[in-house]
């Protein structure tokens, strides 16, 4: 009896979780068609053509011109800053983003609600406001303006500034990645560890690191694509000293303005394949990400 209760436990988790079967599509075929034809279009001109259009201008003089195009020292310079600045904010938001999934999963405590607000509102507030709050903190008119000069410290107009700009808008996506699932998954199987003797680092790298991996590494490259990306808050911080604090994004607005568009076309068709690159990790971890779901849903209707 419990295990025919527990196959119709599974069954409808199942059912839930799946797709809808064919007689609960009402919808006559006419609807389904347009629908689906209205998204594809949608997404032909919004996204498709504008990004085979960047592609196409960023070869418009050829494919020696593109290359000379990153041969430039300017160029070349934006383009290790970038990846130098995902390089630092990515492993800090990874280590702050578990740290505070497993917080926020694992225990109970007053505040809990208000570091849940905290860690999105990056997400509510404008790249721009949040480049403008270290503006004020450090900058020379700034709060702590004054002691940096002194002590003959930069933080705006410099790599920190960028860093910290950097790592301000892209610290709720490893959090939110984790969190959902970590909740699905419990903390039945890290209860029993404790219990047989192992201690707190034995259970993180051998039971819930191996459970969240998927769902970390989502995390990681959403994180990654915004901050090779990110373009206000930098904007803010950089001071547009060209060769020094300019990322990618920045650059190839600095040549877009100067009408040097098969360059500006050329670096940004770097970034976009970048991004390209991005989405297909992105949509490969997101599919593990959903198959662990799904499993510590099953598991969860089967223990009740």
């Known amino acids: 009896m419990g295990a025919f209760t527990n196959s119709r436990a599974l069954a409808s988790a199942r059912h839930i979780t799946g797709p809808l079967p064919t007689s609960a599509r ?3 075929a006419w609807i389904r068609t ?26 418009s003089k050829g494919f020696g011109f593109y290359i000379e195009t990153f041969k430039d020292p300017i160029t070349i310079k934006s383009i290790e800053l ?19 999934a497993w917080a926020l999963t694992r225990f109970k405590f007053k505040g809990r609600q208000l570091l849940i607000a905290l860690i999105d509102l990056p997400l509510w507030v404008s790249p721009v406001i949040g480049g403008l709050i270290y503006i004020l903190l450090f900058g020379r008119q700034g709060t702590l303006g004054p002691w940096l000069i002194d002590h003959d410290i930069q933080i705006v ?5 960028i860093v910290l700009a950097t790592t301000f ?13 970590m909740e699905a998954q419990g903390h039945a199987e890290e209860e029993a ?24 590494l ?46 500006a076309f ?5 970034l976009s394949l970048l991004a390209l690159i991005t989405l297909f990790l992105k949509t490969y971890s997101e599919s593990r990400t959903a198959q662990q779901l799904r499993e510590a849903q099953e598991l969860t209707t089967l223990s009740h």
């Open 26 to 28: 009402t919808e006559p």
């Open 34 to 59: 347009t629908l689906i034809v209205i998204t594809f279009a949608f997404l032909g001109v919004f996204i498709l053509w504008p990004l085979l259009t960047v592609f196409h201008e960023g070869f």
């Open 82 to 100: 970038t990846l130098l600045t995902a390089a630092i904010a990515v492993p800090l938001n990874t280590v702050f983003g578990l740290a505070a």
């Open 157 to 161: 107009f410099a790599l920190p500034g």
């Open 169 to 181: 808008v892209t610290f709720p996506f490893v959090a939110r990645s984790l969190i959902p699932l």
């Open 193 to 216: 560890a404790l219990t047989l003797g192992a201690n707190g680092w034995q259970v993180f790298f051998r039971i819930t690191l191996p459970k969240v991996k998927w769902g970390l």
């Open 218 to 263: 989502y995390g990681i490259i959403l994180c990654n694509a915004r901050a090779m990306g990110e373009f206000g808050a930098v904007s803010v911080v950089s001071g547009h000293i060209r060769g020094k604090t300019n990322t990618m994004p920045l650059h190839i607005e600095i040549l877009y303005n100067e009408y040097q568009f098969a360059a």
């Open 266 to 270: 050329a670096v940004a068709s770097l």
